[in-house]
């Protein structure tokens, strides 16, 4: 099982679920989308899993896995999002009381087989071989919450080769932290240990071998993975 470390400390923390938000960025859904937007924003939270297995901490590069000796796609894109950190178990939990829920915050990227996932939705299959193979949701340490920053309201962003292709703030969440902690918990129940990744903003790009990807949140950290 996964592992994650908090910062300052020398804890680390099982990672138990792992819950991702889909379209939770208004451009983001822009930019697949530029038809009909209103009909794609979504009503409720969409959600869907990636296993444990794909959580890793402070990785330094990620690859399209192989099968076969041959890689399973052709098109690796990124998507830096804003990781929530569970500290406690909780069921319906309202949104008054979520950051009482909360340990803190990463800096995760949800890495996305892109070439996968349009074909496996266009045959109306599950496409959890997109989002769910190892090494596709790398974190960063654990930031403790804290009142020095509003987890709300902080600025992300990527670069690929120290070009920025995401640039945004957790400002422009659909869906905010309470109530996407207050929707997973009464729905499926939260754990501590489980890991929120709360959507990616607009900008995701095909990556190629050798690129070097910077993830960053303001007051929670950074990433820097290399493309394999």
Request: one cysteine or more; glycine letters at 8%.
């Amino acid at each position: 099982m996964s592992k994650i470390k908090i910062a300052g400390t020398n804890e680390e923390m099982k990672v138990q679920n792992v819950y991702c938000i889909g379209k939770n960025y208004l451009e983001h859904i822009k930019e697949f989308d530029k038809s009909d937007v209103k009909s794609e924003v979504p009503g409720e939270p969409i959600i869907f899993l990636k296993p444990n297995t794909a959580v890793e901490f402070d990785a330094k590069s990620v690859a399209i896995p192989r099968f076969k000796g041959k890689k399973i796609s052709d098109d690796l894109q990124n998507e830096v999002e804003l990781v929530i950190v569970m500290g406690k178990d909780g069921k319906n939990i309202v949104q008054e009381q979520a950051f009482d829920y909360i340990l803190g915050y990463s800096v995760g990227i949800d890495f996305t087989l892109r070439d996968v996932q349009s074909e496996f939705k266009k045959k109306g299959l599950p496409w959890a071989l997109s989002k769910g193979f190892i090494g596709s949701a790398p974190v960063s340490k654990v930031i403790l919450k804290s009142g020095n920053y509003d987890a709300g309201n902080l600025k992300i962003k990527l670069t690929v080769n120290n070009v920025i292709k995401q640039d945004s703030n957790t400002r422009e969440m659909i869906f905010n932290i309470p109530y996407l902690v207050h929707y997973i918990s009464s729905i499926f129940g939260l754990k501590k240990g489980d890991l929120i990744f709360t959507g990616t903003p607009a900008g995701v790009t095909k990556l190629k071998p050798g690129d070097k990807v910077k993830a960053e949140i303001e007051s929670i950290g950074e990433l820097n993975i290399l493309v394999e």
